[in-house]
Structure formats: structure tokens, C-alpha cells
Nanobody, 124 residues
Framework: QVQLVESGGGLVQAGGSLRLSCAAS????????MGWFRQSPGKEREFVAA????????IYTDSVKGRFTISGDNAKSTLYLQMNSLKPEDTAVYYC?????????????????WGQGTQVTVSS
């Protein structure tokens, strides 16, 4: 099993920045890709960004391209999401996810493990 714990959420004004972190523990050697998803009230959980430890470019949903950057340290089993130029529509609970498959994917059904989430609120 893999355990994921997110941190770094909070309240920020529009245009501000936040950095989310996700710490993985347990059978981290089985993780080959990690991603961030978000969910706001009344909406389905949506893909934000993902990265594969085997290489290749990170992938992003269109609405965050140029504003968010995903990065990570496989050796430390830590994942980050740098969020700049935040907008009120970015308000959501952000979830870290880990996938045992080799390729980063946008599909939430591909991910094997999930964190509990961290709240991000952007005020206008």
C-alpha cells in the first residue's frame, strides 16, 4: 500500500500563489507516475497535472497551462504543484494521486492511490 498526504492549501487572493506538496510513504517503489486532481462542490473530480518518473514531459489540463507547474522528487517520494496567477475558479479540494503504470495519464480511473485532499480557496 501507498499512503499520500497533501499539504500547502489555504486561502489566497486572486493573482496570488500557493505551493502544494504531497508526501508518499509505504510501497513507494511501485509508483511510476503521480498527479494532481481537484474537485469543487457539485462537480466531478477533474485532472490538473501529472508527471511520470520514467521521463517525458508533464501533462496539464488546458485551464492551468502556463500558471501551474508540477514537479517531484522520486527519491524523496514527494510531489509538488506550484500554482501561480490563481483565479477564483481554481477554488477546490486538491488531491494527490499515485499510479503504478508507467505513463502519466489524465484519467482518474488509472490511479491506484489517493490522498485525503487539501483545500485551496481563491478570493476575488
Amino acid at each position: 500500500q501507498v499512503q499520500l498526504v497533501e499539504s500547502g492549501g489555504g486561502l489566497v487572493q486572486a493573482g496570488g500563489s500557493l505551493r502544494l506538496s504531497c508526501a508518499a510513504s509505504g510501497r513507494t517503489f511501485s509508483i511510476n507516475a503521480m498527479g494532481w486532481f481537484r474537485q469543487s462542490p457539485g462537480k466531478e473530480r477533474e485532472f490538473v497535472a501529472a508527471i511520470s518518473w520514467s521521463g517525458g514531459r508533464p501533462i496539464y489540463t488546458d485551464s492551468v497551462k502556463g500558471r501551474f507547474t508540477i514537479s517531484g522528487d522520486n527519491a524523496k517520494s514527494t510531489l509538488y504543484l506550484q500554482m501561480n496567477s490563481l483565479k477564483p475558479e481554481d477554488t477546490a479540494v486538491y488531491y494527490c494521486a499515485a499510479d503504478e503504470s508507467m505513463k502519466a495519464t489524465m484519467s482518474r480511473y488509472s490511479y491506484d492511490y489517493w490522498g485525503q485532499g487539501t483545500q485551496v480557496t481563491v478570493s476575488s
